[in-house]
Antibody, heavy 127, light 107 residues
C-alpha cells in the first residue's frame, strides 16, 4: 500500500525556517517524481515545487523561488522541503504528492497527475 | 502562467441529480487536465486524469470531457458521499496550476 507521511510542520515566526519531510513507503520511491502542494486555510490548492526521480530536474512556483528548497534522499525513501525566510502568506497545510507514473525520462514526471497525497502538515507563520 | 477558472464556485444539489462543473484554461493545454475531489479535512483524491481517463476505484458516475481550453467534470446521479470540493489541475506547462475549486453541497 502506498503511503506518504509528512512531518515537520509547526508554528514559526516570520523570517524563520522550517524543514518538512515526507516519508514514502509501498512503492519504488526512486522511480517517481514528487511534488509539494500547499493549501492555505479555507483556500484552494497551490503547487509549490517538483523534483524528478533522480533530483536532476527541480521546479518552483514563483511565490517560493529563492526561499524554498526541495530535495530527496532515495536511499531513505524521503522527500524534503526546506523553507527559509517564511512569510505570513506561507501559512498552509503542505502536502507531498506522488505522480501517477514512473519517470521514463528525466522530468517526464512533471506532466503527470498526482495519484497519492499525504495527510498534510500544517505550517503556521505568525508572530 | 495558465489560469484555470472553474464554474460555478458553489452548487447545492439534490441526491440523484446530475452535476456539471466546468474548467476553462486561459490558453490551450491539450488534454493535460486532471480533476480531484477533496472532502472536508481530507487530502485531495484523483478522480479523472488527462481530461477523460477514468481512475481505478473511482465510481463510474464521475466522468470528464473536453480538450484545449474547455473541460467538464460530470457527476451522474449525485450521492450524499459526493459532498466535497472539486478542483481541476493542469500539468501542461510551468507552473502547474489549479482551479479555484467548486464546492458541492447536498441539499
Amino acid at each position: 500500500e502506498v503511503q506518504l507521511v509528512e512531518s515537520g510542520g509547526g508554528l514559526v515566526q516570520p523570517g524563520g525556517s522550517l524543514r518538512l519531510s515526507c516519508a514514502a513507503s509501498g512503492f519504488t520511491f526512486s522511480s517517481y517524481s514528487m511534488n509539494w502542494v500547499r493549501q492555505a486555510p479555507g483556500k484552494g490548492l497551490e503547487w509549490v515545487s517538483y523534483i524528478s526521480s533522480s533530483s536532476s530536474t527541480i521546479y518552483y512556483a514563483d511565490s517560493v523561488k529563492g526561499r524554498f528548497t526541495i530535495s530527496r534522499d532515495n536511499a531513505k525513501n524521503s522527500l524534503y522541503l526546506q523553507m527559509n525566510s517564511l512569510r505570513d502568506e506561507d501559512t498552509a497545510v503542505y502536502y507531498c504528492a506522488r505522480v501517477d507514473e514512473e519517470d521514463y525520462y528525466d522530468s517526464s514526471g512533471y506532466y503527470f497527475p498526482f495519484d497519492y497525497w499525504g495527510q498534510g502538515t500544517l505550517v503556521t507563520v505568525s508572530s | 502562467e495558465i489560469v484555470l477558472t472553474q464554474s460555478p464556485d458553489f452548487q447545492s444539489v439534490t441526491p440523484k441529480e446530475k452535476v456539471t462543473i466546468t474548467c476553462r484554461a486561459s490558453q490551450s493545454i491539450g488534454s493535460s487536465l486532471h480533476w480531484y475531489q477533496q472532502k472536508p479535512d481530507q487530502s485531495p483524491k484523483l478522480l479523472i486524469k488527462y481530461a477523460s481517463q477514468s481512475i481505478s476505484g473511482v465510481p463510474s458516475r464521475f466522468s470528464g470531457s473536453g480538450s484545449g481550453t474547455d473541460f467538464t467534470l460530470t457527476i451522474n446521479s449525485l450521492e450524499a458521499e459526493d459532498a466535497a470540493a472539486y478542483y481541476c489541475h493542469q500539468s501542461s506547462s510551468l507552473p502547474q496550476t489549479f482551479g479555484q475549486g467548486t464546492k458541492v453541497e447536498i441539499k
